[in-house]
């Protein structure tokens, strides 16, 4: 490859040079000692930029992220410049939604590997719950990369710490469909939030993909919930066990 001129290289210095100056008459001059902070938070920034500019502040955007490209991408240039009709409250929620997701993910593992104990050994459980654990990640990652499509800012919190043990397959199935309903609740807050924002496209993007799927899955849980009530004796829990072992609570399982 060609070495650049040494005159090339001066036009670059140059060109630089220029940008820099423009750009610090042109930006704010609170924004710009924001991003010339070593530390500087990129949310901080780019809600200076939302309460000074509004939804429309893509040219600004634009300009103050060359010069920090090279040092820190504190900034995220192209996410933002194709942010669009995005409220920061339905960003906030669809966090919120992930991390509840994620948290049901890990509450399914749990009730999962229980149910494969030795000293439990229910194997039609256990493959009911391992199959719900991956559709709540699913959904979790599902939300991620629509938050990427629309510019925001993805944030996984630490999840907590799921219970261990059930007593029963009765008492796991409870607790299961408590779980769904408060990530449907919280669905439609979303959907609420977002009708109010006047986001179409999210509003689209929760029915398109959950709604329906929930009360889907709601139905199922409460189905088996009712059978297993009616067989509670050692013989109801063994024959329901078998009977859950080709069942989904989202998929094209027998109960649906």
Known sequence: MRRPSAWSRNNYFVIGLLLGLVLSRYIPQDIWELVQQEE?????????????????FE???????????????????????????????????????????????HQYLA?????????????GVFGFFVKASAEEREHAEKIMKYMNKRGGLIKLTAVPE?????????????HALKMELEVNQHLLDVHAL?????DPNLCDFIEANFLQEQVDGQKVLADYIRQLERAQDDLGDYLFDKYMLTGSMHGNGHAR
């Open 162 to 174: 799921p219970l261990p043990c059930f007593p029963d397959s009765l008492a796991a199935l409870k």
């Open 111 to 123: 009730m999962a590997y229980h149910f494969d104990r030795a000293d439990v050994s229910s194997p």
């Open 40 to 56: 500087c938070p990129q949310e901080a920034a780019e809600n200076l930029f939302i309460e000074r500019f509004g939804q429309d």
């Open 59 to 105: 040219p600004h955007l634009n300009l103050i992220n060359k010069p920090l490209a090279a040092k820190k991408p504190m900034i995220r240039h192209m996410c933002m410049i194709m942010r669009q009709n995005f409220a920061k409250s339905c960003e906030q929620k669809l966090n919120d939604q992930i991390n509840m997701e994620l948290k049901a993910c």
């Open 194 to 198: 977002a009708n109010k924002e006047n």
